[in-house]
């Protein structure tokens, strides 16, 4: 059960982050801080639809990701044209089964939003994606190598191995936390 917070309910009364399990079961115990002479803590875009997997479909990998950003073991970089496409996509209804959810994560927009990093949206990339609404996600990701932008886009996945040549790692949510680099 997700609470308004975006918080699963334990059967133990306790809140945990949804995809906390996973996520610990993966990661070990959530750590917000980097120590010495550990990696840094990963760069993370999550474009629309990963944001969808976490806050509306509740996708296992999706909150894992979610729950790290939560607890800090990542960070979750956004920026005001990727916050607004989120909020318009989101604005739009879906299937029955899935509109509590959707209605649920528009009425606390500001509760993921508290997650996010912010930054300025960069000048467009000189690498281009066939579907000009996911440039923005990928402009960003690509003045910020070292990176790693989450999706299930198709036409930001064709972009992945020109993008490695910048620095960014174009993937799923779910590979990404299969293959975690921390």
Same mark, same amino acid.
């Given at each position: ?11 133990? !009364? ?5 995809? =906390?399990? +996973? ?8 750590? %917000?801080?980097?120590?010495? !002479? ?15 997997? #976490? ?6 990998? @999706? ?8 607890? !800090?073991?990542?960070? =979750? &970089? ?6 607004? /496409? #989120? ?6 209804? *879906? @299937?029955?089964? #899935?509109?509590? @959810?959707?209605?649920? @994560? &528009? ?7 508290? =997650? ?29 190598? !070292? ?7 198709? %036409?930001?996945?064709?972009? %992945? ?8 790692? *174009?993937?799923? +949510?779910?590979? #990404?936390?299969? /293959?975690?680099?921390?």
């Amino acid at each position: 059960m997700i609470s308004a917070e975006g918080t699963a309910l334990s059967a133990h !009364g306790k809140d945990q982050p949804k995809g =906390w399990k +996973a996520f610990h079961y993966i990661h070990g115990p959530m750590n %917000a801080q980097a120590t010495p !002479g550990t990696a840094p803590i990963p760069l993370l875009i999550l474009d629309s639809n990963t944001l969808f997997d #976490w806050l509306v479909f509740a996708e296992p990998a @999706a909150c894992a990701v979610g729950a790290a950003a939560q607890a !800090g073991t990542v960070r =979750w &970089l956004c920026s005001e044209p990727l916050w607004a /496409e #989120w909020v318009y996509t989101l604005a739009r209804p *879906i @299937a029955a089964r #899935w509109e509590p @959810a959707r209605q649920l @994560a &528009l009425a606390n927009l500001d509760t993921p939003r508290r =997650w996010a990093t912010f930054a300025a949206q960069p000048a467009p990339a000189p690498l281009r994606c066939l579907d000009g609404d996911d440039q923005k996600f990928l402009d960003l990701a690509l003045a910020h190598p !070292g990176s790693a932008l989450l999706t299930r886009d198709k %036409a930001l996945l064709r972009l %992945a191995r020109r993008a490695a040549l910048h620095g960014v790692r *174009i993937t799923s +949510a779910t590979t #990404w936390v299969r /293959e975690c680099p921390h």
